[in-house]
Each structure stands twice: as structure tokens, then as C-alpha cells.
């Protein structure tokens, strides 16, 4: 029997051991143990990559979604719109801000947030969307962009799955006013701890993210801005810069493993793989499928030694953190079905096709 982790982020260590840890030692030499110069290379080159002018290092995706719609003058008593079927962090970015998340219905192929959903929880109250490009797929930016600026609104993105993913041939990121990533260690660009990024192309609101990155200030002891501590150690800005010069090669390996996938499981009607939106290049941080025996086939395939996972099995608005919002099963029917039927694969760049074949020949046994 083969063993097949959800992840194996020790391959892909590695593999590039022998880079990392002379640029960790680096860090180590030059005491440069926040911020510091590779944070500041690591940055320039992350920015040109997804072709947008600015770019912060931060903490984590957490902190970059939070930042985000602080630096946009979001606050108590405002509303953010933001997809249900989302990791919980995406909602933070508006709660940490005093703001109300109001959660919208997700299109039942590409998962992402359905824009046909977005007009009607539009009030006066609402300051922002948050484009979530969820597994890794771009959402529908043009038209989510439309309804923004037909209501003076802002559109934001949480990139945090989706480095490197592009929307009608433009990387995301860029696509909005202001974007957050997250590099955590299991995402597609991962740090060695926690990490995160925003970005913009606009050039107040950059000042504004350096500033709130770093308690409100640009110089010393000057504070102008409120703020916080949501800076980049120097040690994850190193090893970064190192990994992002092979995510492109990683990210064709994914979509390679993708297609693999997508090209065995064919012929077994039980399953609906994900599908890749016209205007989308998917970069499959998660390869996600449906099937209506989710449960039994988890159990069935964790006995072949094959682990997967759910992202996620309780949408956000039935979340118990969310009950004073007051919404109740039935009130986004799409992402409810989906959370019952969703089932993510082993996906990663070291991935090889013997180990795609064994997880579905183990799905189609399982259907047999
Ligand atoms: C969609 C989404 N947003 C935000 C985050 C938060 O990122 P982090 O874990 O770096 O705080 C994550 C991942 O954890 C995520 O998947």
C-alpha cells in the first residue's frame, strides 16, 4: 500500500536545502532579524511577479486581510461582503475592523462568490467586497469590479490561496485596489512560519500599509497613524526569496498533477473534478471534487492510505462565532450543498503520477 500525505513539505525542503539555509544563515549573520534587506528584495521581486507597484511584507495572510480594509477606512458600523465558502480569516479582515461581515452564496462550479448574489446585500452601510480566488481560481473579477463601481464601493482580494494565479492573463493582486496574501507554510508559496503580504497599485494607501505594518510610522517615534506590530521577520522574507524563484516550475507541476488528475478520473461519473473557469489559469493550491458520498468515500480512500481534506465542511455563515448574524441553514443553499459534497485530493508540485493513479484507482474502487 502506498502512503500518500495530504501535503509533503519535507520533499520540497528538500529540494531546495541546499539554498535556504545559506540565505537563513545570512539573516543570522547580518542580525537582520525583522524586516531587513531580503524582506525588501523579497518584496520587489513578489510585486513585479504579479505585475502591481506595491508590496508589504507582513506577518501573515491574517494580518494583510485585516490591513487591508483598515487602511481603507473600514470601521464599526461599516459592512464587508465576503463569500461564505471561505477560511474563516478572509471574515476576520472585517470583524478585527469592527466591521459585519454580510456573506454571499457561492457559484456552484467555480466555488468562488457569486456575483449574480453580490448586488442584493449591497445597503448604505456596505464599504467593500472581498474577492476571495478560492483554491486557487480567480474569482469573476470584472463583473464583481462592475458592481463595485456602480455602488462607490471598494474591491479588495484575498490572494492567500492563489499566488502566481491569473485572470484573463493578468496575476491576481492586482486586480483590485489592494490585495492580501498569506505564506503560510502549506500554501502554495510558503514561509518557514508565519507570513503574509499586502500589495496595491495605489500609492497613498501603500504609505498607509507601511505605516499601520509598523505601529503608525515612518519615522522613529513619529506615530501619525493608528497601527500595529504586523511586520515581517527577516528569516521568512529570506527563504521566500529563495522558493519564489521556483514557484513558477511548482506551479506547473501543479497544473500538470491537476490534468492528471482531471484526465484519470473521467471516466468515473460518480466524482465531478473542478473545473478551470474561461478567464481563470487555476494554480490548484487545492484540487478540489464533488461527489454525493463525500463522508464514505474520505473514510474509504484514509484506508488506502490516502489523506484529504475538507476546505470547508462548516460555512461561515453557520459558524457558531457567526450566530449573532443572525443567519440559519438554507440561507446560502449553494455553499451549504457544497460543503457536504466537497473533498480535496493530495495536491503538491512533488506530487508524481503513480501516486495520482493510486488515489484514483482507490476512488474507483471504491465506486466499484
Ligand atoms: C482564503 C484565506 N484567507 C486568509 C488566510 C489566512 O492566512 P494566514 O494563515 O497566513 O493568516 C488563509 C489561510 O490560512 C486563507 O486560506
Given at each position: 500500500m502506498m502512503n500518500i500525505p495530504f501535503l509533503d513539505l519535507k520533499s520540497q525542503y528538500r529540494s531546495i536545502k541546499g539554498e535556504v539555509l545559506p540565505a537563513i544563515e545570512q539573516v543570522l549573520d547580518n542580525t537582520a532579524?525583522?524586516?531587513g534587506k531580503p524582506v525588501a528584495e523579497f518584496e520587489h521581486s513578489f510585486a513585479k511577479e504579479h505585475g502591481v507597484r506595491f508590496c508589504y511584507g507582513v506577518s501573515s495572510g491574517t494580518d494583510g486581510n485585516h490591513m487591508v480594509l483598515w487602511a481603507l477606512g473600514v470601521g464599526p458600523g461599516d459592512e464587508v461582503i465576503l463569500p461564505?465558502?471561505?477560511?474563516?480569516a478572509t471574515a476576520w479582515g472585517a470583524t478585527l475592523c469592527g466591521a459585519k461581515p454580510v456573506l454571499v452564496d457561492c457559484d456552484?462550479?467555480?466555488?468562488?462568490?457569486d456575483p449574480a448574489k453580490v448586488e442584493e446585500k449591497i445597503t448604505s452601510r456596505t464599504k467593500a467586497i472581498v474577492a476571495v480566488h478560492l483554491y486557487g481560481q480567480p474569482a469573476d473579477m470584472d463583473t464583481l469590479g462592475a458592481i463595485a463601481a456602480r455602488h462607490g464601493i471598494s474591491l479588495v482580494e484575498d490572494c492567500a490561496q492563489a499566488h502566481f494565479a491569473e485572470y484573463k492573463g493578468k496575476r491576481v493582486?492586482?486586480?483590485?485596489?489592494a490585495s492580501s496574501f498569506s505564506f503560510?507554510?502549506?500554501?502554495?508559496?510558503?514561509?518557514?512560519?508565519e507570513g503574509g503580504a499586502v500589495a496595491t497599485n495605489d500609492e497613498a494607501l501603500a504609505r498607509k500599509f507601511k505605516m499601520i505594518r509598523d505601529h503608525?510610522?515612518?519615522?522613529?517615534?513619529?506615530?501619525d497613524l493608528h497601527g500595529h506590530n504586523y511586520r515581517m521577520e527577516g528569516i521568512q522574507g529570506a527563504v521566500l526569496g529563495v522558493k519564489l524563484r521556483h514557484l513558477a516550475a511548482w506551479t506547473e507541476a501543479r497544473r500538470k498533477n491537476a490534468m492528471l488528475y482531471g484526465k484519470y478520473l473521467a471516466?468515473?461519473?460518480e466524482v465531478s473534478p473542478p473545473r478551470e473557469m474561461p478567464f481563470a489559469r487555476h494554480v490548484y493550491h487545492l484540487y478540489v471534487l464533488r461527489t454525493s458520498r463525500r463522508d464514505e468515500l474520505q473514510k474509504f480512500l484514509e484506508t488506502r492510505g490516502i489523506s484529504t481534506g475538507l476546505h470547508?465542511?462548516?460555512?461561515l455563515h453557520l459558524q457558531k462565532v457567526f450566530e449573532p448574524l443572525g443567519y440559519k441553514e438554507g440561507d446560502l443553499p449553494v455553499a451549504e450543498k457544497a460543503a457536504k459534497e466537497i473533498l480535496s485530493l493530495p495536491m503538491y508540485a512533488e506530487l508524481g503520477e503513480e501516486q495520482i493513479a493510486y488515489v484514483v484507482a482507490a476512488i474507483r474502487e471504491f465506486h466499484s
Open positions: 532579524y525583522v524586516l461564505a465558502n471561505t477560511f474563516i456552484p462550479f467555480s466555488f468562488n462568490i493582486g492586482g486586480l483590485s485596489v503560510y507554510p502549506g500554501k502554495n508559496l510558503g514561509a518557514y512560519g503608525g510610522s515612518d519615522r522613529k517615534y513619529y506615530h471516466d468515473i461519473p470547508y465542511p462548516i460555512p
